[in-house]
Each structure stands twice: as structure tokens, then as C-alpha cells.
């Protein structure tokens, strides 16, 4: 495989030769802070993202043949790292890096009624206190966090509250003081959404229960194979010594989540499932989140990136940002923001980016101008459940790039949207689609380096601009398109689908006459002239800031 690096400079030589101003080979070089609400986010399956250690594909006997897509393939938190180190993350403009859970799943395999599959996805939890081999070791995820800090990269990590993973002959059923294994929930209430499993042979965990009850037999047997047992126990006395919480379900396992905190660093956590638990324990998970992310700062003086608090992303499955903050039960309504989430993922983001470029960023600049009044959403186009993606072909890769990357709001894409990464699959059955082994073998192929720059130039022009995701859009020109963005002192100027060639720029009275003006995406430098600039190069895309 050539050197992603040397087919990117390769690539933008050869682009750029046509270009007749003079050009500029360094962007604007001025460090943008950090600030969540212009997060530029990556999401990907550990798993299937890149096989960084060989030796750890393996283990506890996970040797059954599993349907497509429905096994272990490789991918581990070693390869994660390696791709910090190469600058792969970096040349996308990301901020943050969220990744499925790393803890150590299920060891049997159970069939969903698509075929055998094992727990490779992460939120088939066997036991929250250590890391699944499969993904690799704490001083794997050790490595990788204090990687991703020093490369100015935040990580979130998946928390799973709501239930365990499947029985198996391999896996036996958490005590009934823990879990349920029935109703099924169906989702028509409150009750029938919280107190019920997801699925069938999905236990879910008594969160609303008020009842002490013990570490099941199943860990107190498997911490002492382990050597570990006096360790946990030891923690667990302290913790609950310290905040005075009853030993229920949950409080066992807010400890667990938050040592990942307290003891690695990280910065955040998606939350998973959260209508399916009450919405009091995510507050009671923020504040213990908050605790351990102050203690970890305190006892890392030397690793804080900055002053930001501990950030929360909730996923509630269809919030809606058109809708009410109220989320509807259909008995009962709650506004999550209010317990503890700083940001909620928005499942209709997708339908809207159908509409056209201006219709769609007017509309997400009045969610976040206006309706949001400071709360915050985290808009995808595609992701690992989602049945429905924006371009389930990947016949629009520029457009996804361009509606992704510039509409106001969080950003999140989907692991390989920037490859057009196949999302239908032979043989594969409902989301096993969406979770292919990440392609890095089309990077030999031109078209997929020309869509990778692509979404590299608007990535990294976003990063270095909070005016996009958060500041007030104003469309200069409807044909040719042109948009500005405003934050502050922060104001950029964006053409889309674009002629080649000759551009004549409206900045009108955004940049006086004689201010030097700087193309991020054909790397030029121009100067304003009677309101407006003259461009020329071979691209439709134009992203002007000031020098």
C-alpha cells in the first residue's frame, strides 16, 4: 500500500499545477481553541478500522464460523494509534476520535436471527473492568489516549449502562437481583421502554432498583481466576465509602465506566441506550464523570489539554432537533439536556441534508442561532445502525462531504465516508452492511484519493474555522452558490459547485478593498478589489479566509 502521505502531496501537485495565482503551500498556520461545539468527530468500529497487533485476533476460543460480517476481524487499539502516528486523523481536521467499547465482551456466540455472531461490535458486555484481548490491553489504551493528546485529538468512549450482553453456554445470566431477561420492551411507554430488555436474550440492568445486592458469583469467580479479586473489591469499598451511594446495579457500574476516567484520561463519553434507562442515573453518571475527570487533571497536570469539562453525547434513537427538547414516551416527556448530556445526536439530520445546500444550512443556522439557545447536536450521515444512510451507494461523495462538513453543528463522520467505504455487502444482512473492514486498499485508486483530499481540505478548513459550525450563515450568491459564515471576528466565505476556471467572488463589504484573502482548497492568495475577488482554478470548491 503506497504511503497515504506521498499519495496526498502526489495528488495535490499534480492538481494544483493549473492554478495561476500565486500560491501558498501553508495555510493559515494561527491555532484555533478547541471548543466542543465546532467538534470535527470520527466514529469507528475498533474492530474493523485497522489491525494494528496480529497476535491478539483470537481468543477465549472464538473459532465458530459466523455469518458475513458477524465476527472478529482484527481491528484493535494498536491500529487506532498507528494511524494517530501516520497523521491520518490530523489531515482530516479531526478533533476527536469516538470508538466502539473496548471492554471485554461476551466469549460465546449467539445468533440474532441473521446468523452465529460474536460480541465484536463492543456493547455485549461480559465485564466492564477490564478490556476485551480482542481489542487490546490498558497499556494499549494507554498509549493511544496520551497519543491522541499529543497530537491535540480528544477521545470519547462508549458507555454502556443498560444491559449485558446475551446468555450463552459460554456466558451465563447475571443474577435476577441485576437483571431482567423479560418483558421485551415495546417501546409504547415509559415503563415498556425503561424496565424491559431491548431485544430478546439482551438482560437489562435493574438501573431503577434501590435493593443492595452483591458482585454476582460470575465476576467474584473470575476476578479470583484472575488474580484480581482483592483489587476490585478494595476499589469498590472506596468508592462506595467515599459518595455514600447504596451498592445497587448501577452505582457498580457508573464506577467501573468513570475508572476508565480517573485512570486513562479520557475525555468523554457517548452514552448508549439512554431512553432505555432512567434519565436521573445519567446524571448521577455525569457528576461522577465530572469527579473523576477533575482527579485525573489534577494527578496529570502535564497531560490537560485545556479547561473543558468532561463532555457527554447521548444517544437517544430518534431525537429529532425539529422537534421539542421533550422527548416523547407517548406518557411521559423528558429533556435529556437537562440530566447531565452536553450534546444529543440528531437522527433526522440525514432527511434534511436531501434538500439543497441552502436550504439546509439556513435551517441548521436557525437550529443553532435560535432554537438550540446553547445546547448542542451532533449531526451524521452515516453510522454503524443506521439502516437508512444519506448515500447508501456512495454515489455522492463530495456532496456528503460538503453538507456533512459545513452544516452548523457537531460533525460525525462515519469511519471511512471519507474512502466511500462500501456500505452494501454480498451475503451481509441488515447492519452488518455498515460495518465492513475499513478499504484502505482503494487508496491505490486516483478517484478515491481525489474524494479523500476532498474531505481532508473541508475537514481541516472547519477545524481552523468555529464561524462554520457555529456562526451565523448568510448566502452571498445563489448562482453561482456562495455562503459566508460569521463568528466574532472569525468570517470566512464558501463557494460550492462551482464552474472551473474564472471565479468572480462577492465578498461585498466583508473584506474592505486591498485585504489579502487566502484559498484553503486550491491554496492561492488573492486580493479584494471593487467588493469582489477574481479566482481562477481548476476546482468547484472555494474556502476564503483572511490572511
Known amino acids: 500500500m503506497k504511503n497515504l502521505f506521498v499519495i496526498t502531496f502526489i495528488l495535490s501537485s499534480l492538481l494544483f499545477t493549473n492554478c495561476t495565482q500565486k500560491t501558498n503551500p501553508t495555510p493559515k498556520a494561527v491555532k484555533t481553541p478547541f471548543n466542543w461545539a465546532n467538534a470535527n468527530l470520527y466514529f469507528l468500529l475498533t474492530d474493523r478500522f485497522n489491525n494494528g497487533d496480529r497476535n491478539n485476533d483470537v481468543n477465549f476460543n472464538r473459532t465458530e464460523e459466523t455469518a458475513v460480517l458477524r465476527g472478529f476481524e482484527g481491528g484493535d487499539i494498536k491500529g487506532i494509534t498507528q494511524k494517530i502516528t501516520e497523521g491520518y486523523f490530523q489531515n482530516l481536521g479531526i478533533d476527536v476520535i469516538w470508538f466502539t467499547p473496548v471492554v471485554e465482551q461476551i466469549h460465546g456466540a449467539v445468533d440474532e436471527g441473521t446468523g452465529t455472531t460474536y460480541g465484536f461490535h463492543g456493547y455485549w458486555t461480559k465485564d466492564w473492568t477490564t478490556l476485551d484481548p480482542n481489542f487490546g490491553s490498558e497499556e494499549d489504551l494507554k498509549i493511544l489516549i496520551e497519543t491522541a493528546h499529543q497530537n491535540g485529538i480528544r477521545i470519547l468512549m462508549d458507555a454502556v449502562i443498560n444491559h449485558t450482553g446475551p446468555v450463552t453456554e459460554k456466558d451465563p445470566v447475571w443474577p435476577n437481583n441485576w437483571v431482567r431477561t423479560q418483558p421485551q420492551c415495546d417501546y409504547k411507554t415509559y415503563e415498556t421502554t425503561t424496565s424491559c430488555t431491548l431485544v430478546k436474550n439482551l438482560p437489562d440492568i435493574k438501573t431503577e432498583s434501590s435493593t443492595p445486592v452483591n458482585l454476582p458469583p460470575l465476576l467474584v469467580e473470575k476476578w479470583k481466576n484472575e488474580g484480581r479479586y482483592e483489587k476490585e473489591v478494595r476499589e469498590l469499598d472506596a468508592f462506595f465509602e467515599r459518595t455514600g451511594y ?68 447521548g444517544e437517544v434513537y430518534n431525537f429529532n432537533v425539529s422537534q421539542a427538547f421533550d422527548f416523547d414516551f407517548g406518557n411521559k416527556q423528558v429533556n435529556y439536556y437537562n440530566y447531565g448530556f452536553d450534546a444529543m445526536i440528531n437522527f433526522e439530520f440525514k432527511y434534511h441534508a436531501q434538500k439543497d445546500y441552502e436550504t439546509l444550512f439556513n435551517q441548521y443556522n436557525d437550529f443553532v442561532q435560535k432554537k438550540l439557545n446553547g445546547h448542542l447536536i451532533m449531526n451524521y450521515l452515516s453510522s454503524h445502525d443506521d439502516g437508512s444512510p444519506f448515500d447508501q451507494q456512495r454515489n455522492k461523495p463530495y456532496e456528503t462531504a460538503n453538507k456533512l462538513l459545513l452544516s452548523p453543528g457537531i460533525s460525525q463522520t462515519y469511519y471511512g465516508d471519507e474512502l466511500s467505504r462500501p456500505l452494501v455487502v454480498d451475503g451481509a444482512q441488515g447492519d452488518a452492511n455498515l ?61 460550492l459547485d462551482l464552474k472551473k476556471g474564472e471565479k468572480i467572488i462577492p465578498v461585498g463589504h466583508n473584506f474592505k478593498d486591498g485585504t489579502e484573502l487566502y484559498d484553503a482548497y486550491s491554496q492561492q492568495n488573492i486580493t479584494v478589489k471593487d467588493n469582489q475577488v477574481v479566482l481562477h482554478s481548476n476546482f468547484n470548491t472555494v474556502l476564503l479566509e483572511k490572511i
Open 435 to 495: 460495518r465492513t473492514f475499513m478499504n484502505w486498499q482503494d487508496l491505490d485508486q486516483t478517484k478515491t484519493q481525489a474524494i479523500l483530499l476532498h474531505w481532508q481540505k473541508l475537514g481541516k478548513f472547519k477545524q481552523q474555522h468555529p464561524a462554520i459550525a457555529s456562526g451565523v450563515h448568510q448566502m452571498l450568491s445563489n448562482k453561482p452558490y456562495y455562503f459566508k459564515r460569521s463568528l466574532n471576528n472569525d468570517t470566512v466565505i464558501i463557494g
Open 246 to 313: 447504596p451498592r445497587v446495579p448501577k452505582y457498580y457500574i457508573i464506577k467501573w465506566l468513570t475508572d476508565y476516567i480517573l485512570d486513562f484520561g479520557i475525555d468523554g463519553y457517548r452514552a448508549d441506550t439512554v431512553k432505555h434507562v432512567e434519565e436521573t442515573v445519567w446524571l448521577e453518571f455525569k457528576k461522577e464523570c465530572e469527579y473523576a475527570f477533575t482527579a485525573w487533571k489534577k494527578n496529570n497536570p502535564d497531560q490537560v489539554l485545556d479547561q473543558n469539562s468532561f463532555f457527554l453525547l
